[in-house]
């Protein structure tokens, strides 16, 4: 449930938060008008597709399709985070084992998840739930810990991530640099990933003190032996820059926009497929319509 308004020229025209507006969220969803796209997570060193992020997303009969940006309001509702997380859960779900059926290889997905409604009692066991009536395992979902509640401040925390990885599933730590993605929430919570947030690429490689604040904190997640993912890979000059991590994972509309369909995702591919290993960014059918989810 990021809150991204980039490339939405909708945003405007949608309706002012209020109670009203908050039900109309919760009629939308149960309404069947909100979607899932996916965005490709790529491998720096050889530009393959590790991963992926779901991404939510709203078709609305008005407006058209909306990024969150454009109802991020109606995120201060508990209720609405919990009916958004389970919807993205099981939709993701259903898609990841439509997907295997069909021979894909398998990409785990990333879902956005406030931690208040990870350490909800019974979420483990429900996520789980949802999983196996789909047929796939837990491990195939990766959490991931939004930045908009203060994670140092909950002391149930590391307990709860580590029931989610006995299960199999990766927690990662979204936004790290922003929010309440800090250095204090870094020790007692055994994260699996870190994703570092798109405003501390964003003025690299052009500007030095950037370029040095970046780097070190790369160094500093790799010491601590966690999977990192760099968020906001706009430019050539950025993805090109980075490069010099081969070991660091790479997202942003540079590699690939979000994309209705885990198969339309660039770089995916069938399991069973003989592939060669090709850049992230390439040129898309005109068929598939990346841009009706960017």
Not at 50 to 69: C, D, K, N, S
Not at 183 to 206: C, H, N, Q, Y
Not at 259 to 279: E, K, M, S, W, Y
Request: charged share 20%; proline share 5%; hydrophobic share 45%.
């Amino acid at each position: 449930m990021k809150r991204t308004t980039h490339g939405s020229h909708i945003t405007k025209a949608a309706p002012n938060s209020n109670h009203a507006f908050r039900h109309r969220v919760l009629e939308g969803l149960r309404a069947g008008e909100f979607c899932i796209a996916y965005q490709g997570i790529y491998r720096v060193g050889s530009g393959e597709l590790a991963q992926m992020e779901a991404l939510i997303r709203w078709r609305h009969p008005e407006h058209g399709v909306m990024l969150p940006g454009a109802f991020s309001d109606a995120f201060k509702d508990a209720e609405i985070m919990r009916e958004f997380t389970w919807f993205v859960l099981d939709g993701v779900a259903s898609e990841m084992a439509a997907w295997r059926a069909r021979g894909g290889a398998h990409y785990s997905v990333a879902v956005n998840v406030p931690p208040s409604v990870a350490a909800l009692s019974g979420f483990a066991e429900r996520m789980e739930a949802i999983c196996r009536s789909h047929g796939v395992t837990p491990d195939g979902i990766e959490l991931e810990l939004l930045e908009s509640e203060d994670l140092a401040r909950m002391p149930s925390m590391p307990k709860v991530v580590r029931r989610l990885r006995n299960k199999g599933v990766s927690v990662a730590m979204d936004d790290f640099g922003t929010g309440y993605s800090c250095l204090a929430a870094l020790g007692p919570i055994d994260f699996g990933t870190v994703k570092i947030a798109k405003e501390l690429l964003s003025a690299a490689p052009r500007c030095p003190n950037a370029c040095l604040i970046f780097s070190s904190v790369l160094t500093l997640l790799t010491r601590l032996d966690v999977a990192i993912v760099v968020e906001g890979v706009e430019t050539a000059a950025q993805a090109q820059w980075i490069a010099q991590w081969p070991h660091v994972l790479a997202q942003g509309f540079f590699l690939a926009r979000p994309a209705f369909g885990i198969d339309n995702v660039p770089g995916a591919h069938l399991a069973t497929a003989v592939t060669q290993r090709r850049p992230a960014r390439r040129e898309v059918p005109h068929s598939i319509r990346l841009a009706d989810a960017a």
